[in-house]
């Protein structure tokens, strides 16, 4: 059983608090992403998460909290890559959330980009699903953010993303377990995520 419009919005409002401004019709969006993302992870493992209002939380939530926060890391972001996007994560309700940004979704298990490109495709978004590994994308494609969050191997994988980064890293996970940071990053920030005190937003700034 899926979620309405109504509930989800009443279930983000304290990822949401701050002034920020809400794009109209987000929560029917959410709403639609949602249905499809109960439906397809019955039959294909996308997430661990199985109750769909712990997805609205941890998924939707967490997702549209470190959107709120772009505006706080230097403005003028326009370009995103999110690295081993898997079903979304962070980089679709960012889109959602920040309709001007040019979002990228790589993951490059192909169940999992099928998937996107659902999402994408019923959503009618321009978000681009980049199907394979992100070492294998053209050297001269960079973004001005990358986002990584619950990828596997988490130091081997912000070397990678690090290629890609024009200008800052932002990392969606729990305390730093003792992964160094790539060369040539510096702490940027890291934020408290809402209702836990182990997960993080940490955001890291090309020196």
Same mark, same amino acid.
């Given at each position: &059983?899926?979620?309405?419009?109504?509930?989800?919005?009443?279930?983000?409002?304290?990822?949401?608090?701050?002034?920020? =401004?809400?794009?109209?019709?987000?929560?029917?969006?959410?709403? +639609?992403?949602?249905?499809?993302?109960? $439906?397809?992870?019955?039959?294909?493992?996308?997430?661990?998460?199985? /109750?769909?209002?712990?997805?609205?939380?941890?998924?939707?939530?967490?997702?549209?909290?470190?959107?709120?926060?772009?505006?706080?890391?230097?403005?003028?972001?326009?370009?995103?890559?999110?690295?081993?996007?898997?079903?979304?994560?962070?980089?679709?309700?960012?889109?959602? *959330?920040?309709?001007?940004?040019?979002?990228?979704?790589?993951?490059?298990?192909? $169940?999992?980009?099928?998937?996107?490109?659902?999402?994408?495709?019923?959503?009618?978004? =321009?978000?681009?699903?980049?199907?394979?590994?992100? =070492?294998?994308?053209?050297?001269?494609?960079? *973004?001005?953010?990358?986002?990584?969050? @619950?990828?596997?191997? &988490? /130091?081997?994988?912000?070397? @990678?993303?690090?290629? +890609?980064? =024009?200008? +800052?890293? &932002?990392?969606?996970?729990? /305390? +730093?377990?003792?992964?160094?940071?790539?060369?040539? *990053?510096?702490? /940027?920030? &890291?934020?408290?995520?809402?209702?836990?005190?182990?997960?993080?937003?940490?955001?890291? $700034?090309?020196?």
């Amino acid at each position: &059983m899926s979620l309405g419009a109504g509930r989800i919005e009443e279930l983000l409002q304290p990822y949401l608090r701050g002034g920020a =401004e809400i794009p109209a019709g987000i929560y029917g969006q959410l709403a +639609r992403y949602l249905e499809l993302l109960v $439906k397809w992870n019955a039959r294909t493992n996308l997430t661990a998460i199985r /109750e769909p209002a712990e997805m609205v939380r941890r998924h939707f939530g967490e997702s549209l909290f470190a959107g709120r926060h772009l505006d706080s890391f230097g403005g003028g972001c326009v370009t995103v890559l999110d690295f081993g996007s898997g079903a979304g994560f962070p980089g679709l309700p960012m889109q959602l *959330f920040r309709p001007s940004l040019k979002v990228t979704l790589a993951e490059s298990q192909n $169940k999992k980009a099928t998937f996107l490109r659902e999402v994408v495709r019923t959503l009618g978004l =321009e978000t681009e699903v980049w199907g394979g590994r992100v =070492e294998a994308m053209p050297a001269e494609r960079r *973004f001005d953010l990358v986002t990584l969050r @619950a990828v596997d191997d &988490m /130091e081997t994988a912000l070397n @990678a993303a690090a290629a +890609r980064a =024009e200008s +800052r890293l &932002m990392v969606l996970s729990t /305390e +730093r377990h003792g992964w160094k940071l790539p060369e040539g *990053f510096e702490v /940027e920030a &890291m934020v408290a995520m809402v209702g836990s005190e182990s997960q993080h937003i940490l955001v890291l $700034k090309r020196q």
